[in-house]
């Protein structure tokens, strides 16, 4: 633990005493969380971090904002890319309208096909 702590004593600080990470750092803690049997508590703890602090970085990582080094037991998780699938659009014989009805309880109003849709919902809205 004193290495750790004289490690940990050359990160600068800002005049509130927050320690500054810097980013290949904050990247490498990272990259231990990925490491195989490696918890982000455990590395959190290792560095004097709070879990969510290791959370908050991690996410940097997953939107690009932190590159992650290559560390020796780190694995991920295979990508499997899908071919697509086409799919066979059949077409639908078109729909003649000579009329529009709207129903409401015991109403019924009927409009002409070509009744504009901004029509149809004024009147949908008044009823």
Not at 47 to 55: C, E, R
Not at 70 to 75: F, S
Request: hydrophobic share 45%.
């Amino acid at each position: 633990m004193g290495a750790t702590n004289e490690f940990l004593a050359r990160i600068p600080r800002s005049s509130d005493g927050k320690r500054r990470w810097p980013l290949e750092l904050k990247a490498r803690i990272v990259a231990e969380t990925l490491i195989e049997g490696a918890t982000v508590n455990g590395v959190a703890k290792r560095y004097n971090l709070i879990a969510s602090t290791v959370s908050d970085w991690r996410r940097m990582a997953r939107t690009g904002k932190l590159v992650l080094p290559n560390l020796d037991g780190m694995d991920f998780v295979p990508v499997l890319i899908e071919e697509r699938k086409l799919l066979e659009v059949v077409p639908t014989p078109p729909i003649n309208l000579t009329s529009v009805e709207l129903l409401k309880g015991e109403v019924t109003i009927r409009l002409a096909a070509d009744t504009p849709a901004t029509r149809i919902a004024e009147i949908v809205a008044a009823l």
